[in-house]
C-alpha cells in the first residue's frame, strides 16, 4: 500500500532548506519500504563549476590551498547534489540517511532497518520526514520520494 507519494522540482536558491513529508502507517504493515530517487544527481560542466568551487574556496580556506592538497576546478569536479532523508516516528528521531546516490531505497521492520536508521520499537504510528536540500548544485533538480507499507501476505506473494 503506497502511504505516501510525490514528485518535487528545486533550484539552486533551494540550498539549505527542508522539506517535510507526512505519513501515518497502519497497524497491519510489518516493514516500510522508501524509495527516494533525484536527478541529476551531479553538475559536471567544468564551467558551471567554476564559480560555485572558487566561492567555497575562498569562503573556507581564504583562497589558500590545503597542505599536500591542490584544489582547484578541475579536481574537485563533478559537483554533487547533497539531499538527504530523515525520519522520526511519533516524535522519536529514528535516523538519518546521508547518502550520494540519486536513486536510494530503504527498509524498516521491526527486526531491521537500512543504514542510518534505528531499528524502530513499531511501525504503526504517525511518521514525520524531511527532505534535507543540503546543496543543490545544478540548475534544477527533479526528485521522487515514495513510501510503501507491505503487510505480511504482501511479503510472501510479492
Same mark, same amino acid.
Given at each position: 500500500?503506497?502511504?505516501?507519494?510525490?514528485?518535487?522540482?528545486?533550484?539552486?536558491?533551494?540550498?539549505?532548506?527542508?522539506?517535510?513529508?507526512?505519513?501515518?502507517?497502519?497497524?497491519?504493515?510489518?516493514?516500510?519500504?522508501?524509495?527516494?530517487?533525484?536527478?541529476?544527481? /551531479?553538475?559536471?560542466?567544468?564551467?558551471?563549476?567554476?564559480?560555485?568551487? =572558487?566561492?567555497?574556496?575562498? $569562503?573556507?580556506?581564504?583562497? $589558500?590551498?590545503?597542505?599536500?592538497?591542490?584544489? =582547484?576546478?578541475?579536481?574537485? #569536479?563533478?559537483?554533487?547534489?547533497?539531499? =538527504?532523508?530523515?525520519l522520526s516516528r511519533d516524535g522519536k528521531?529514528?535516523?538519518?540517511a546521508h547518502r550520494w546516490s540519486g536513486?536510494?531505497?530503504?527498509?524498516?521492520?521491526?527486526? $531491521?532497518?537500512?543504514?542510518?536508521? /534505528?531499528?524502530?520499537?513499531?511501525?504503526?504510528?504517525?511518521?514525520?520526514?524531511?527532505?534535507?536540500?543540503?546543496?543543490? #548544485?545544478?540548475? =534544477? #533538480?527533479?526528485?521522487?520520494?515514495?513510501?510503501?507499507?507491505?503487510?505480511?501476505?504482501?511479503?510472501?506473494?510479492?
Open positions: 500500500m503506497i502511504l505516501f507519494e510525490n514528485e518535487y522540482e528545486w533550484k539552486r536558491e533551494d540550498s539549505k532548506t527542508d522539506v517535510r513529508f507526512c505519513f501515518a502507517c497502519p497497524e497491519e504493515a510489518v516493514e516500510l519500504r522508501i524509495t527516494f530517487a533525484f536527478e541529476p544527481d /551531479a553538475l559536471r560542466d567544468e564551467d558551471a563549476c567554476a564559480p560555485m568551487i =572558487t566561492e567555497a574556496i575562498e $569562503k573556507y580556506y581564504g583562497g $589558500k590551498e590545503r597542505d599536500g592538497q591542490k584544489m =582547484t576546478v578541475s579536481s574537485m #569536479c563533478p559537483l554533487k547534489n547533497l539531499i =538527504t532523508l530523515s528521531y529514528v535516523g538519518n536513486n536510494q531505497a530503504h527498509v524498516l521492520t521491526r527486526r $531491521k532497518a537500512s543504514p542510518g536508521f /534505528a531499528v524502530p520499537e513499531q511501525l504503526a504510528g504517525q511518521w514525520e520526514g524531511m527532505i534535507h536540500l543540503h546543496a543543490v #548544485c545544478t540548475e =534544477t #533538480c527533479r526528485g521522487k520520494l515514495k513510501v510503501e507499507g507491505r503487510t505480511a501476505d504482501e511479503m510472501v506473494s510479492g
